[in-house]
């Protein structure tokens, strides 16, 4: 019922779980998760806070390792690379969109969207013109050259989003991405990812907010470090 | 950039250049967004280096010029002086006695040096006196060396017109002498003074060379008689004019002093031999002279001490740079430290967006080496333009060497890496979800 079985997934989760040890206690925080999703998919992961929606992110980011069970990105096992590789990983296959824009705030704006390709290494020129096309598409083509602090909210969230894209990742990873903005911003940013579904990027994103995951078109819902509910709409 | 500039090497070992260089670029960036905290925490390694280069320059200016010194005295020689015996002194700083005192070197020592200690192929007596020297009205406060004709050849001094006198002159006691170049001008402003006449006590001498001037500091002046007005005739010519006794007179009283020589050079045949003879000839005098009225100087024992001091200056300088460097690399590693738990957060960007642990270290170690370069290029400029200046200003001899700017600057680089690699491991450790979550 979840999934078209023709394709393989690109992110798939088999039985993942999530302990933290706390001094002498450990702490489940994920419990047995599964799930698939597919390319070309919008989804929201939601649920109350402690639910483990966080740490579901950070797995889904590769920047921690789940305690057991399986991760497949893309078709690749990533749930036992070591530190390098998965920093590789998340530089080719992931991109990030933050809640506090998380913009590197000594650097301009084509800067900031040029750093995921600066560790892998591109030769300057091209990183750079991938950098300035993206800028233009996300309506920022005009700042090129200003400073984080120089912009609004929406704005940086915009170059984010730029950032997100210049290594055209398997998925975009989005975390509250309209939690720090107003609403008509707010609004500006969620047309920007519909614009990405429809041109069949794949997009996860977190948040507590309903009017935010109605845009999704499948909604996860986690409820104390379970699946409580996967719905398409 | 890569492609073009390495088709044999390929992409793979061009990159991690092209790499360094953005790295480079980076540092200085994020570093001069920070203009007067880098510029602060440079100064140490600035000052570190340049008082290293600074004070190797001057202390290797002074030495050289010691070195020469000594080295004009003749590093085969050995020299006697005639020293007043520190009880004779006492006696006669009560100013009313009148006697003469006897004391020094005396032809007898010559001949027992001469005749029983092998290895001594030359030697030069010499008598000093204290003489007005004059031209008709013009006078100048001189002391007349009275001496052996071999006398420049030994000391190595030099003639710069005329002659020196000869031994006929020496055997028939001529009135003649040579004249020290410092004091021609003022003796004879307007004509040459060879061929002149000069009086000196009751006796005229006629000019026949004039001797090449001595350094800026010379032998005799760094020995502690200061001699700026010589002048040399024959020894023979002055025991007839002026006999043994010299009298000074002051006010009220008089003193004289019996002095056969006042000075004896002895050259010996090897270098190797100095030291030896030097032990035999201090030896034959401590049996010869009941008081210690002479002294023994071996310009090949001063150099060595010369050289043996410029060692222990050079170790002290040595650990001055060394603390001050030390100094200088705690305060990169302070700010570095404090750079990184302010720019955590940025580090769980940068590893988030694909940073592995290595691109943290190479991001921090690089500030860190650009700091401490540009301090040591800083400290390389200032430091070789204080030894100009002092030389310049102070009129004092400066040698900055080859070596000490590339040895200073190349540590000061290397203090950089060592005081940066801590907090750049410990920027790089961090756990990219904890550094992200910082505020």
């Known amino acids: 019922m979840l999934t078209t079985p023709v394709s393989t997934p690109i992110v798939q989760f088999e039985a993942v779980s999530k302990t933290y040890q706390i001094g002498l206690v450990t702490v489940p925080v994920l419990r047995e998760v599964s799930f698939a999703i597919h390319a070309g998919e919008y989804v929201s992961i939601m649920g109350p806070s402690g639910c483990g929606k966080s740490t579901l992110l950070n797995l889904l980011g590769c920047l921690d390792r789940p305690s057991t069970g399986r991760y497949c990105l893309g078709g690749e096992d990533v749930s036992q690379l070591d530190d390098d590789a998965l920093s590789t990983t998340r530089g080719t296959r992931l991109g990030f969109v933050f809640q506090s824009y998380n913009l590197i705030q000594q650097l301009t704006v084509v800067e900031n969207i040029e750093v995921p390709l600066y560790y892998q290494g591109l030769p300057e020129h091209e990183s750079r013109a991938r950098s300035c096309r993206l800028a233009e598409r996300v309506g920022l083509g005009h700042r090129l050259e200003h400073k984080p602090f120089e912009l609004s909210g929406g704005q940086q969230q915009r170059v984010a989003i730029a950032r997100a894209l210049v290594n055209d990742p398997l998925i975009i990873l989005a975390d509250e991405p309209t939690g720090n903005l107003d609403s008509t911003s707010g609004a500006e940013i969620l047309g920007l990812f519909d614009e990405l579904h429809q041109q069949g990027k794949t997009l996860i994103l977190v948040t507590h907010d309903p009017t935010v995951s109605r845009h999704a078109r499948r909604t996860i819902r986690l409820h104390d470090g379970q699946v409580e509910s996967d719905v398409r709409h | ?439």
Not at chain 2, 11 to 30: D, W
Not at chain 2, 212 to 226: D, F, L
Not at chain 2, 247 to 267: C, D, N, W
């Open chain 2, 1 to 439: 950039m890569s492609a073009t500039s390495s088709i044999a090497a390929g992409p793979a070992s061009a990159l991690p250049f092209t790499h360094l260089s953005r790295a480079v670029r980076l540092g200085f960036k994020n570093l001069s967004s920070h203009r007067l905290r880098s510029l602060l925490t440079v100064l140490g390694i600035v000052f570190g280096v340049c008082s290293v280069i600074a004070m190797l320059a001057i202390g290797e200016g002074a030495s050289f010029e010691a070195q020469e010194q000594i080295k004009n005295l003749g590093s085969q020689n050995i020299i006697l002086r005639s020293v007043k015996p520190p009880e004779e002194q006492k006696v006669s700083d009560k100013g009313s006695q009148s006697y003469v005192l006897e004391y020094g070197l005396t032809y007898p020592d010559l001949q027992r040096i001469q005749s029983t200690i092998p290895g001594v192929t030359v030697l030069v007596p010499e008598r000093t006196l204290s003489e007005y020297v004059w031209n008709i009205s013009r006078r100048v406060d001189c002391e007349i060396q009275a001496t052996v004709p071999w006398y420049p050849a030994m000391r190595n001094q030099h003639v710069v017109r005329g002659r020196f006198f000869s031994d006929e002159e020496m055997a028939g006691s001529a009135n003649v002498c040579v004249l020290g170049a410092e004091m021609v001008p003022v003796l004879f402003p307007l004509e040459s003074p060879l061929g002149r006449d000069v009086r000196g006590g009751g006796d005229y001498y006629r000019v026949i060379g004039i001797m090449a001037p001595q350094g800026r500091r010379t032998a005799a002046e760094a020995s502690g008689k200061g001699a700026a007005y010589r002048m040399f005739i024959p020894l023979e010519t002055a025991k007839t004019r002026y006999g043994e006794i010299l009298m000074k007179r002051r006010s009220g009283s008089f003193e004289a002093e019996r002095i056969q020589l006042h000075e004896v050079t002895v050259k010996v045949a090897g270098p190797e031999q100095v030291l030896p003879v030097a032990d035999a000839i201090k030896e034959l005098m401590r049996h010869n002279h009941l008081k210690l009225d002479y002294e023994i100087i071996v310009p090949l024992e001063m150099l060595r001490q010369a050289e043996r001091t410029k060692q222990i200056f050079n170790v002290v300088l040595g650990s001055i740079a060394a603390i001050s460097l030390l100094v200088g690399g705690i305060g990169i590693m302070n700010i570095m430290l404090a750079s990184v738990t302010e720019r955590t957060r940025e580090i769980g960007i940068r590893r988030a967006l694909g940073a592995r642990r290595r691109d943290i270290v190479t991001q921090f170690l690089v500030e860190s080496v650009i700091l401490s370069a540009a301090g040591g290029l800083l400290g390389v400029a200032l430091g070789v333009t204080i030894p100009w200046l002092v030389t310049r200003f102070a009129e004092m001899r400066t040698i900055v060497t080859f070596w000490s700017p590339m040895v200073a600057f190349s540590i000061s680089a290397l203090v950089g890496i060592i005081f940066g690699i801590y907090p750049a491991f410990r920027a790089a450790r961090m756990d990219p979800v904890e550094a992200l979550r910082h505020e």
